[in-house]
């Protein structure tokens, strides 16, 4: 391992941590970061200490300290160790520790000097994880206040090296490898969007296998993929060893797949994106790259992490060609087209930006930071993310309204899960039940434990007695969590919670009640929906905990769940169950109403007895406010208009209405308050001012010289106008006005029919009035028709009657 080329720089990064306390670290993909830098620092004078080596993954973990010791010439949990989660290998010797990242945070949490600590390597950093993220802006802060003396080195092959230099501050610098070039051949292949992606792969893989030389790496985006595309290969290939590589493989199984085969067979190696980076798998010279990744995404609306299938980033797909030519020449063989690649995401976004932060938020309410900004971020929380985790934490008791952690809350902290996780860890020891929450908490993490199924009632039934190295390490694990939390919950209460009780008090939002017969379609507490395939046994079920979802907020559909009845959920959540006056709008009234809910959820509502008035009254006056156009007189509004008042426009008139509306509704439940106690409520809210320049601009009618009144109208196109008969003008030789416009005279015969619409009176009686006459004195001869109008009287009698008079 001497002559590998990160030992052309080694002498650089010792001098650089002799004299300052971080560092960056460029090196390419097999340059030996991962294994050559660690063992180099041990007999540094400023070294006495424990260095710990951060792995993204515990594949990776595992394999990074083997070869460690392996080069030291010695078994792993010597000098050389590791722990992850399910695994570990140390000892009071260790002096190099391989630990996942998530783990390094919980031990900084707990000893935030790190104590006997001398190094810190956040190897693989490109990656961006959310514990990588989050352990690397502690460790900053703990070497600033509590540490000067602790070293950090960022080491990666695809980083901004100068960005991370300047997050780690005080003129951190950068040193880069220039590595061991092989030659890459890269064969673009190109989509074919008929076939399924394990269909694709499979013959990518075979084309591959036929013209190259060496063992085959092949990445696909999850392990669905993987075992179908195994079982084709296997059918195709007798004889050829085809192993899978995820992270839900038990440790002996995902050590072989790293190994060449004992017998000297070529192999093909099935993976997904585990094997990016980190992992050196002996013999492989040929990649088979379908171009996709799947990764977790949190739906803050929804509240669930689910998995995101989406296209490969290109420093994704950069990783994956160079496994080809870690050792020697090699090739990719890409499943899309060279024209197509530069328009792929340069990087895959960082887990900070799409993951869920409650783990985050609780992390540093422990830590103590009560601003999340205070800390060194290469990328800062989204604050929108960080509202939606605080509010859960809140709902889950964990943290008070101001943000601080509560007691329950500081005991959660301390479980090495994610919050929920943990909150039903220590609701289950309260009840005797730690084990069988942390087996389920197990279950929600671990893919494949107790196999597949929506039911987790199922699964847990298969997990107990499901033989294997992951089973048997799970059920261990669940053993410990569970000790823990029993000395943490001191606290015991009688009665057994069922399972599904477990889950719905920590994540109470997630309580869904079916909303079909068909049991499809799911209503939770937090005011999602969820879909459910309606021949799940889960579908007969009243009430669901939904552990897991995966799809879109508004139909996410639940992959794992405990089904509850009624009667449970009455009897173990009943301080969460709430009662609720509710008011509802109809369209004509108000209807109160009296519910028992959950969240989202009712339970049962019936007719309210005792509504309360001030709130019906509330809810109405905004109905008004929103209806008011409509409800008061067209003809009121139209003068408002016609005069330019300001306060009578529909946008003021709602910003006003409430303080004159109030009294006339008051004590009602409808809308149905006449027209004219509207307007005369509307018209005394006005100011003298605008009163008088209503009545003057725009006065509401017109007396004729007969003395007859008519309603003037604002509102037509030929506004302002009044319809009156004929007779009723006789006697005017001037033209009315209102103001300086000509009133339009929409003149009528006795019968009310139309005969003329003026605006030019004295123009009419000399013009077409002689024809009126003609056509008239026929249709109404017992009717004055004098020649020259203008010098009679006005009068709506009859000829004789008028004659009479």
């Known amino acids: 391992m001497h002559d590998l080329p990160i030992h052309a720089v080694l002498p650089d990064v010792l001098a650089v941590l002799r004299e300052r306390s971080s560092a960056v670290l460029i090196a390419p993909p097999g340059a030996g970061k991962t294994t050559a830098v660690a063992p180099a620092l041990l007999d540094q004078p400023w070294c006495s200490g424990t260095i710990i080596l951060l792995s993204p993954r ?10 460690i010791a392996q080069s030291l010439g010695e078994p792993v949990g010597q000098s050389v160790g590791y722990l992850t989660r399910l695994d570990s290998r140390q000892s009071a010797a260790t002096r190099i520790l391989v630990v996942t990242e998530a783990i390094f945070v919980n031990r900084l949490l707990a000893d935030q000097e790190l104590d006997g600590v001398s190094a810190v390597l956040f190897d693989e950093a490109h990656e961006r994880h959310l514990d990588s993220d989050l352990g690397l802006a502690l460790a900053l802060e703990s070497q600033a206040v509590l540490r000067p003396d602790l070293r950090l080195l960022v080491m990666s092959a695809t980083i ?27 064969e673009w292949l190109g989509a074919r969007a008929e076939l399924r992606p394990d269909e694709a792969m499979t013959g990518a893989i075979l084309t591959a296998w036929r013209a190259e030389e060496g063992d085959l790496l092949a990445f696909l985006p999850g392990v669905g993929e993987i075992e179908r595309v195994r079982e084709r290969l296997e059918e195709r290939l007798p004889g050829v060893p085809v192993l899978p590589l995820h992270g839900q493989l038990e440790p002996a199984l995902q050590s072989a797949a790293l190994r060449r085969d004992p017998d000297g ?17 002996d013999g492989v010279a040929v990649v088979v790259d379908s171009g996709l990744s799947r990764r977790a995404e949190f739906d803050r609306a929804a509240g669930v992490t689910h998995l995101v299938t989406t296209r490969a980033s290109q420093a994704a797909a950069a990783q994956r060609a160079g496994r080809a030519a870690r050792q020697g020449p090699g090739v990719a063989y890409r499943l899309w087209e060279q024209a197509g690649h530069a328009g792929r995401a340069p990087f895959d976004p960082p887990e900070m ?45 964990a943290l008070d309204a101001a943000g601080q952690l509560t007691a329950f809350g500081r005991r959660v902290a301390t479980l090495p899960m994610a ?42 039934s298969r997990f107990a007695t499901e033989r294997g190295g992951k089973a048997e390490a799970s059920r261990k694990l669940a053993g410990r969590w569970a000790a823990m939390a029993r000395k943490l919950q001191a606290e015991t209460q009688a009665g057994n919670y069922p399972p599904g009780i477990l889950l719905a008090l920590a994540q109470p939002d997630n309580l869904a009640r079916r909303r079909d017969p068909s049991g499809e379609n799911w209503l939770a507490a937090g005011g999602r929906g969820f879909v459910l395939d309606p021949i799940s ?35 173990w959540l009943a301080d969460r169950i709430e009662r609720r006056q509710v008011l509802h709008w109809t369209g004509e009234r108000v209807e109160a109403r009296l519910q028992r809910r959950i969240g989202a959820v009712t339970l049962a509502t019936g007719p309210d007895p005792q509504p309360d008035p001030a709130a019906i009254h509330a809810l109405l006056l905004d109905k008004a406010v929103e209806k008011l156009v409509e409800m008061l007189p067209r003809t009121l509004l139209a003068r408002g208009g016609y005069a330019g008042l300001e306060a009578l426009r529909p946008d003021a008139l709602r910003a006003g209405a409430a303080a004159w509306l109030a009294p006339l509704l008051q004590g009602r439940r409808d809308l149905d308050v006449a027209p004219g106690r509207m307007a005369e409520a509307l018209l005394n809210s006005l100011s003298w001012d605008d009163r008088q320049r209503l009545d003057r601009v725009a006065p509401r009618e017109w007396v004729s010289p007969v003395g007859s009144h008519h309603a003037i109208d604002y509102a037509g196109d030929d506004a302002p106008s009044v319809e009156v008969r004929v007779q009723a003008c006789f006697g005017l030789e001037r033209h009315p006005l209102i103001g300086t416009t000509p009133l339009l005279l929409k003149l009528t015969s006795p019968a009310g029919r139309p005969i003329q619409a003026t605006r030019d009176l004295p123009g009419f009686w000399r013009g077409s009035w002689a024809d009126v006459v003609k056509d008239m004195k026929g249709r109404y001869p017992r009717h004055r028709w004098p020649v020259e109008p203008w010098a009679e009287k006005p009068s709506l009698r009859t000829r004789n009657a008028f004659e009479r008079s």
């Open 537 to 571: 046994p889960l579908a007969r079920s009243e009430w669901l905990a939904i552990g897991d979802a995966t799809g879109l907020a508004k139909g996410a559909r639940i992959t794992a769940a405990l089904p509850l009845e009624t009667a449970e959920v009455e009897q």
């Open 160 to 186: 901004d090296g100068a960005r991370f230099a300047r997050l780690l501050g005080a003129g951190a610098p950068v040193i880069e490898s220039e590595g061991r070039a092989h030659l890459l051949r890269i």
């Open 58 to 67: 515990r594949v990776a973990a595992r394999a990074a300290a083997e070869r």
């Open 265 to 281: 067979r070529r192999r093909i190696v099935l993976a997904t994106t585990i094997a990016e980076t980190s992992l050196t798998l």
């Open 353 to 397: 930006l799409v993951a869920d932060l409650a783990p985050l938020v609780l992390a540093l309410a422990r830590w103590g930071t009560g601003d999340p900004a205070s800390l060194p971020w290469l990328d800062p929380p989204p604050a929108a993310s960080l509202q939606a985790a605080q509010a859960r934490l809140h709902a889950m008791d």
């Open 419 to 460: 919050p929920w996780q943990a909150a039903m860890v220590l609701h289950g020891a309260r009840r005797g039940q730690a084990e069988d929450a942390a087996r389920l908490a197990l279950l929600l993490q671990e893919r494949g434990l107790g196999g597949r199924g929506e039911d987790l009632a199922q699964r847990l």
